[in-house]
C-alpha cells in the first residue's frame, strides 16, 4: 500500500535529492525516519531536511516527500516513511547511498620550520613527514599528493578513535626556497574531489626568528607554528612569532572530547535528524556538564559552548522546542558567564559575548512556554508572563501593556563588561547587568525599565541603549530616559525603548528603530492596502467603458499592475514588521517577496513612462496593442524575476548573506556592496528615466506657450504643469528618490531626520496616491480629433486643429481649454497625449 521512489544509484556529494512516498489511502499522521547504525533517528525540518507534502491526482491516496539539500554522509542511509491508520502503521523503506568526502582535512607537517640560515646546509636535503587525518570513512579515496621535490614514500595507516591518517615523506631543499606548499587531494567514487595543503616555515639567512622555546621550535618572524593538543582533547595550539622575533601569547582551540560529542550532536540535531525534544535535553544537558567545572582561563571551551548555544538557537527556528528545555540551557549560559573569559584579546572578548547575546535571546525568544515560568540562576534570571507585564528581574521592574500576549523577560549578570561599548567611549556602566525581553506579537509595544541606579553627580549623564546586532554596538536610537515620578528620591532611572522596523529601512543603511515611524508606517500601509483594493474594484467595474482606444489600455494595464504589485509588496511588508517573530524561513521568503514584488511595480511605472515618451515623440507612430503588451510583460514580468533570480543566487554561490535578519530586508555591507543594491540600482535606474520623462513632458508644455499667447493661456500651462507633477509623482515613484538621500547622509547629519520621515510619510501612503491619481485623473469627457489643417503666413506658422482638448490620463488634463483654435505644433501633440 505504500511505495517508496528513491535515487537508485550513488549520489554526489553535496547534492540535492527528494524521497517521495505515496500511501493508497487517507492517513491520519505520517512522519519520516532514518535508519543508521541501528538507530531510529526521526526528520524534522532543519538545514538538511526538508519536510513537504507531494501533489497526487488521487483524491483518495496521500503523498508524503523529504527535501535533502546538499546531502553529506550525515544523511546517508536507509530512509523510511510512516502512514499511520487508525492503529494500523503502513512503512517503506529506501536506502540512499553517498559518495563521500572529507568533511574536515587536518594537516601536519614534521619538521614544521626548515632552517636555512647557515650556508653551510643548503646541500643537504630535509627529510619531510608529512600527514593527513580525516575522519574515519568505508569510502575508498583515490589518494594524491603535490610537493616539491621528489617523493620517497606513499602510503595510508589507520589509527584509533575513527580516524584515518594517510602520511607521505618527501624532501625539502633550501635551494629552492619558493617551493613550500605540501597538498592533498581525496577523490571518491564519483571523481569528486576535496584538496587541503600545508606549508614548511623558511627561515633565511637575513631573516629574524624566535628561538627555541618549550615545546615551539625556532620560528621565523611573522610565521605560526601548530602543535597537537595534549590529554586526549581535540583541535590544535598555535603561536606566532611576532615582531622583532618575540613569541606572542598561545592560542589554544583544545576542546575535550566530550565538548566534541556534544558539537556533533548538537550539528545533528541543526540539520533535522533525530531533532527531537529529547535530543535538545540531553545536549543541554552534556552541555551542563561539561561547563560546570571549566576554569577561567579555558577561552577553548568557552568559545565552544558559545558555538553550541548558537547552532540550537538556529536549529529552534524550525524545530520546536518545549520549557522543559530551559533549566538545563540557563544553567549553561549562567555557568558562562561566572568565568572572566581571560587569556585572549579584547576583540575576541567582544565577539564571543556578541554571539553569546545573539544565542541567549533567540533560544529564549524560540522555546516555547504553556503559561508563566519564573527561573532563577546565579547570573541569569528569567521569568515568562501574559497580558499586563509588571515583573522584577534583578531588581530592575519591567512593565509592558498589552492584554493577551506572552512576555518572556531575562535579567542577565556578568555579560556588560564583556560587550564592546563605543557608543560613549568616556562613559562606563553603572551596573553590570542587562534585561532580554521578548514577545509573541507583531504589534508596537513601549518596553518601560526601572533600574536602581543614581547619578553620581550634576556632570553625569545617563544613557538608554540597546544592543545593536548588526553594529554589534549599543546604540539610544528608539530608546530615551524618563523621569521616574513614582520614586522622588532620585535613586532610580527610568528607561523607555520600542522596535519595529519602520518603512524607511527599505532604503536605509541600516533599520532606524523609531516609535513615531513605526506608527505612521502602520497607518499608511492600512491606508494604502484599503486604497489599493478600491482602486482595482473601481478598475474592474469600469474597465470595458475606459479602455475603448489604444491609449487608454495603455494608460489602465500600467495602472492595474502597479496597484497590484504595490498591495503585493506593502502586505508582505506589513507581515514582516516584527522581524523577531519571524522563523529564518519566514523571513527570507518574505525578504524575496518585497524585493519581487517593490521591484516590479517599478518596473511597470517604467512602462508608462516611456510609453508617455513615445507618444511624446512618435505623434504619427502610435504602438500597437500587441507590441506594448510583449515589451511590456518582458520590462514588468521578466525583469524583476531574473534580477532577484540572479541577486539571491549570487550571495548563495559566494556565501554572502541575501538577507538580514534582524530587518527581514537585503543587506547593506559598505558602498557597492550587498545585496540591497541589487534593489537600489533598478530603483534608482527607473526614478531617473521618470524624473527625464516628467521632464520632457513640461519642457514640451513651455515650449507649446506662444510668445505672442494671452494671460489666460501662460495661466493654463502653469496649471498643466501643476497636474502633471502631481498626478505623475505617485505613479513614477519619484518620491522614492528620497531614499536616496538616505544612503548619502549620516545619520547624525542635520537633515537626516527630516528625509526619514518625508521617506516614510510619502511612500507608505503610496497606495492612497496612486489610488487618487486613478480616479481623479481619469477625464470627464473624452473628445476626438475632428481636422486638422495647417495654415502659413509672412511672420509665423502654425497649425491650426479643431479638437475638444484632450488630455492624456496618464497626467490628467494637461489643457482644460477645449476652446482654443489656434494652438502650436508642439502643444497640439501634447494636448493628444
Known amino acids: 500500500m505504500v511505495n517508496i521512489t528513491a535515487p537508485d544509484d550513488i549520489v554526489c556529494y553535496k547534492s540535492n535529492h527528494t524521497l517521495e512516498c505515496t500511501f493508497e489511502g487517507t492517513a491520519t499522521s505520517t512522519g519520516w525516519k532514518l535508519i543508521r547504525e541501528h538507530k531510529h533517528l526521526e526528520l524534522k525540518n532543519g538545514t538538511l531536511v526538508t519536510l513537504t507534502k507531494c501533489h497526487i491526482d488521487s483524491k483518495n491516496s496521500s503523498c508524503i516527500a523529504v527535501k535533502l539539500k ?71 579515496y583515490n589518494v594524491s599528493w603535490q610537493f616539491p621535490g621528489a617523493g620517497l614514500s606513499k602510503g595510508s595507516k589507520p589509527a584509533s578513535e575513527g580516524t584515518l591518517v594517510f602520511s607521505f615523506k618527501s624532501e625539502f631543499s633550501c635551494k629552492k626556497m619558493n617551493e613550500t606548499k605540501w597538498e592533498v587531494s581525496f577523490k571518491n567514487q564519483k571523481g569528486q574531489t576535496k584538496n587541503e595543503s600545508v606549508d614548511i616555515l623558511v627561515i633565511s639567512a637575513s631573516e629574524k626568528f624566535c628561538a627555541v622555546h618549550d615545546k615551539w621550535p625556532k620560528t621565523p618572524e611573522g610565521g605560526t607554528v601548530i602543535n597537537q593538543c595534549e590529554n586526549g582533547k581535540t583541535g590544535y595550539k598555535s603561536r606566532t612569532c611576532g615582531k622583532d622575533g618575540e613569541w606572542q601569547t598561545v592560542f589554544s582551540s583544545c576542546i575535550s572530547a566530550e565538548m566534541t560529542k556534544v558539537i556533533d550532536a548538537a550539528e545533528l ?31 577553548a571551551g568557552i568559545n565552544a559552548s558559545i558555538s553550541i548555544i548558537n547552532i540550537m538557537a538556529s536549529g529552534s527556528e524550525n524545530i520546536t522546542l518545549k520549557e522543559e528545555v530551559f533549566d538545563d540551557f540557563l544553567n549553561v ?61 534583578l531588581n530592575v521592574t519591567v512593565k509592558l501593556n498589552e492584554t493577551g500576549v506572552q512576555f518572556k523577560t531575562v535579567g542577565v549578570r556578568n555579560l556588560m563588561d564583556k560587550l564592546n561599548n563605543s557608543f560613549k567611549p568616556t562613559s562606563t556602566a553603572p551596573h553590570n547587568l542587562l534585561l532580554i525581553v521578548t514577545k509573541n506579537g507583531s504589534s508596537s509595544t513601549e518596553i518601560t525599565m526601572d533600574f536602581p541606579i543614581k547619578k553620581l553627580n550634576d556632570t553625569q549623564k545617563l544613557h538608554c541603549v540597546f544592543w545593536d546586532t548588526n553594529k554589534k554596538d549599543w546604540s539610544d536610537t528608539g530608546c530615551r530616559v524618563e523621569r521616574d515620578s513614582n520614586h522622588t528620591d532620585g535613586n532610580h532611572t527610568l528607561c523607555k525603548c520600542n522596535h519595529l522596523t519602520s518603512f524607511a529601512v527599505l532604503m536605509s543603511k541600516s533599520d532606524t528603530p523609531n516609535l513615531d515611524l513605526d506608527t505612521i508606517t502602520y497607518v499608511g ?26 491609449l487608454s489600455y495603455f494608460r489602465h494595464t500600467t495602472l492595474v499592475n502597479i496597484a497590484v504589485f504595490l498591495l503585493l509588496a506593502d502586505c508582505s511588508f506589513l507581515a514582516s514588521m516584527s522581524p523577531e517573530n519571524l522563523s529564518a524561513h519566514w523571513c527570507l521568503i518574505l525578504t524575496l517577496c518585497k524585493h519581487l514584488f517593490y521591484l516590479a511595480m517599478f518596473s511597470w511605472m517604467l512602462c508608462m513612462s516611456v510609453m508617455l515618451i513615445h507618444r511624446l515623440i512618435f505623434v504619427f507612430n502610435p504602438l500597437r496593442k500587441r507590441v506594448f503588451m510583449f515589451l511590456s510583460s518582458i520590462v514588468g514580468y521578466g525583469c524583476p524575476v531574473l534580477i532577484v533570480g540572479i541577486s539571491y543566487v549570487y550571495c548563495r554561490y559566494n556565501e554572502k ?26 530603483v534608482g535606474t527607473v526614478i531617473f528615466t521618470n524624473l527625464f520623462s516628467m521632464a520632457v513632458v513640461i519642457f514640451t508644455l513651455l515650449k507649446s506657450s506662444a510668445p505672442d499667447g494671452s494671460k489666460s493661456d501662460e495661466r493654463e500651462t502653469f496649471k498643466s504643469i501643476i497636474r502633471v507633477l502631481i498626478f505623475l509623482t505617485p505613479v513614477f515613484g519619484v518620491t522614492w528618490g528620497i531614499g536616496f538621500l538616505l544612503q548619502i547622509f549620516n545619520k547624525d547629519h542635520e537633515a537626516y531626520p527630516f528625509l526619514l520621515y518625508s521617506f516614510t510619510i510619502l511612500n507608505s501612503f503610496q497606495g492612497l496616491f496612486v489610488m487618487l491619481t486613478g480616479v481623479f485623473a481619469e477625464p470627464k469627457d473624452k473628445g476626438k480629433y475632428d481636422t486638422m489643417k495647417n495654415s502659413t503666413s509672412a511672420s509665423n506658422t502654425k497649425v491650426k486643429m479643431k479638437a475638444k482638448a484632450e488630455l492624456d490620463p496618464l497626467a490628467g488634463r494637461m489643457f482644460d481649454t477645449p476652446g482654443l483654435d489656434h494652438l502650436k505644433n508642439n502643444r497640439d501633440l501634447t494636448a493628444e497625449i
Open 333 to 393: 549560559a549562567s555557568n558562562l558567564l561566572t568565568n572572566n573569559w581571560t587569556g585572549v584579546n579584547s576583540s575576541i572578548t567582544y565577539d564571543m559575548s556578541s554571539q553569546y547575546l545573539y544565542g541567549v535571546e533567540n533560544l529564549v525568544k524560540n522555546i516555547q512556554v504553556n503559561d508563566t515560568l519564573n527561573i532563577y540562576k546565579p547570573n541569569l534570571d528569567l521569568k515568562v508572563s501574559k497580558g499586563d507585564c509588571n515583573i522584577s528581574v
Open 657 to 682: 548573506e541575501y538577507y538580514n535578519k534582524a530587518t527581514c530586508w537585503l543587506v547593506f555591507a559598505g558602498t557597492l556592496d550587498g545585496s540591497l543594491f541589487a534593489f537600489l540600482l533598478p
Open 70 to 140: 546538499e546531502v553529506t554522509g550525515t544523511g546517508s542511509g536507509t530512509y523510511e516513511c510512516q502512514f499511520t491508520f487508525g492503529s494500523v502503521n503502513h512503512t517503506a523503506k529506501a536506502e540512499l547511498k553517498v559518495a563521500l568526502l572529507p568533511e574536515k582535512i587536518t594537516m601536519k607537517i614534521d619538521p614544521p620550520v626548515a632552517d636555512c640560515s647557515d650556508s653551510s646546509n643548503l646541500e643537504v636535503p630535509v627529510i619531510v613527514n608529512v600527514t593527513a587525518t580525516i575522519q574515519n570513512s568505508n569510502e575508498s
Open 269 to 299: 540535531f541543526k540539520t533535522g535528524i533525530g531533532a527531537t525534544q529529547e535530543a535538545a535535553m540531553e545536549i543541554f544537558e552534556s552541555l551542563k556538564n561539561t561547563t560546570s567545572s571549566k576554569s577561567s582561563d579555558d577561552y
Open 525 to 550: 500601509l492600512a491606508v494604502s492596502i484599503c486604497s489599493l483594493v478600491i482602486l482595482l474594484i473601481i478598475e474592474a467595474l469600469v474597465w470595458s467603458v475606459v479602455v475603448k482606444t489604444d
